[in-house]
């Protein structure tokens, strides 16, 4: 089994799995190995190293890389389990969404391993910094969330109309990076579909009621959430 790109006659080989009747015995090491790992390997390393070793045995045609991503999500789960007295459950997952953002250079940390001696130390290297990358994004989004919590729970009383929920929700759902430009009265008229009037009552409401508060003057008003009792989740609260 080969790993190609690229036009046919063309082809540029990315990796190539050990020979056909080599595969059971190989994966049936790999399966044992996963079953009882070596007692003193560290639960991140062991999740690396068992996604490069099953890319690198590549056992069907297609889906490959999913099924990585799928023992390695299940490894890391583990891991937090068996972390949990420690605090630290939670610590790495999130890793198949930041591979796939992350994909050339995943591509190529695969392939210089691939196609080298097989030291895995750079592939480690790169695995560890994404669990890292993807333990901030979850945190930041926890965050999100939690905010999100709080805010409807503080104006469960408040009675917003079905166009004041919807300018509401779509700002929230854009935490926590924060709605691009920020809620405009040109953005309400176009998001609810009604007259400039209507838009600037409901947004006027939503101000009156602390659920949103203004930023900048004129034409280049805005409005953003205002959150109960402290700041953004983007202000790292």
Known sequence: MQVLSGAIGRERLHCEAPPRDQLEGQL?????????????LDGLVRAGLAHLWFLTLHPYEDGNGRLARAI??????????????????G??????????REREGYTTALERCQRGDLDVTGWLSWF?????????????VIDAVRHKAAFWWSHRHSGFNSRQQKLLNRLLDAEPEGFTGAMTLRKAISLTKVSRATAWRDLSELVDQQAIEPIGEG???AYRIRWPGGP????GA
């Open 128 to 140: 560890l910094e994404q669990l890292t990358a993807a333990a901030t994004t979850n945190g930041a």
């Open 72 to 89: 390695t999500d299940r490894l890391l789960a583990q891991d937090c389990k068996a972390q949990a007295q420690q605090a630290l459950s």
């Open 91 to 100: 610590r790495a997952l999130g890793i198949s969404a930041q591979i796939l």
């Open 219 to 221: 034409r280049s008003r």
């Open 232 to 235: 953004s989740p983007g202000d």
């Open 28 to 40: 049936e090491a790999f399966l044992n190995w996963i079953a009882s790992p070596p007692a003193q």
